[in-house]
């Protein structure tokens, strides 16, 4: 447990969902400054997230793309096409210089720092460590203080000695170069500045067969992401498009890194649903669903593998308001209303089905192309009938 005398606060990373099983597994990852912080008794440095700048996509990005199909054309009931099928995206989001110094807190951490004759501490050298829960998760660390705050590198280890996070800090707040590890392969790489995300951001696909490649790339800009970004999932989910001060913008693309089929194509006007939009299954590329939004109104129409409806779905901004499913013979088997914020899911029956406040669609109406495509909402609810 932790020693009385201080008090050390780990972030958890975000549960990262894999999303073909349904399985997500989250992950006991050091904040450097929260860690820092809450051994000196400070006061923590504020962690909100940062924008970015428009710039170019790794090189795994998808290959060159033939041009977009006519606005004007209603979006088609068809299988998947190829990834380069589909145009880029687009965006009118003008570019943001970000300027990383070339200090030394923004370079990469000599292993054992501490242990140098020419110590990169200017303070004091501390040991702080803790009981961890799992052999992945934080145990110790190796902070430099000047009176009594952060200042200074700092290199965090697992249960089994193996380090997790390397960063800087500066009077207390995070400012410099941070990465993380994972069984001692780079996760993560990120720019801090004065306390928030300032800079290029990577993060790897550790579990890949190749834990080099870059699964999320993109610029932040004072703690909003910004630009374009490309996202993605571990088990080959990969997305680009454009944010502007954090919300995507544009055209936004998806598609299956293990086949190159496209997932989604869709369109955002100030992080609200725009325009025409089409999502395809990953398991067989087929159609699932086409819509037609105006700033975050509209309705998904989700089908079967023939082609037949399965659901009617609902949006007002990024909320789902209401929906209609059927079975595969075209009846209707669920409804769903939302009155005064009070979701009511009724059966075929017309009786009220537990759980409607619990029913999750929002995500087929929000700004992640990401959970909208993994989404559930599509499909009939008959795991919430008690029948």
Known sequence: MICDSMRVTVSIAKARTRVGTR?????????????????????????????????????????AAKPAPSPTSPPALQAAPDATDLAPPTAPVAAIEVVVPDSLEFRPLPAQWWKRKRSLCTGKIEHVSVEPRGETDFARAVVCRVKGQPHGPTTAFDATDRVIEESWAVHGETHGLVRTYYKEMLETQEVFQHGERHGPSKEFNVFAQDPATVMESGVWVKGTKHGRWREGSQDGLAF????????????????????????VELGYRRGLLHGQARVWRRVDATALAIGEFDDGSGQWRAVYADGETMSQLECEQRTLVGGTWR??????????????????????????????????GNSICGDSPLLLLTSGAWFPPTHMDPR
């Not at 595969?328 to 914020?341: D, H, I, N, Y």
């Not at 075929?348 to 999750?360: I, L, M, T, Y």
Request: proline fraction near 10%.
């Open 327 to 360: 079975d595969p013979a075209g009846a209707v088997s669920f409804r769903l209303r939302v009155e005064e914020r009070i979701a009511t899911l009724t059966n075929a029956e017309g009786r009220d089905v537990p759980g409607g406040n619990h029913f999750g």
């Open 23 to 63: 399985a997500a597994r989250s992950k006991v990852q050091l904040t450097v400054f929260a860690l820092l912080g809450a051994c000196s008794h400070e006061k923590d440095a504020p962690s909100n997230p940062p924008p970015a700048q428009d710039v170019p996509v790794p090189s795994r990005a998808r290959p």
């Open 240 to 263: 680009e498009g454009f944010f502007d001060a954090g919300v995507p913008e544009g055209r936004w693309v998806g598609w299956n890194t293990n086949n190159g089929k496209a997932l």
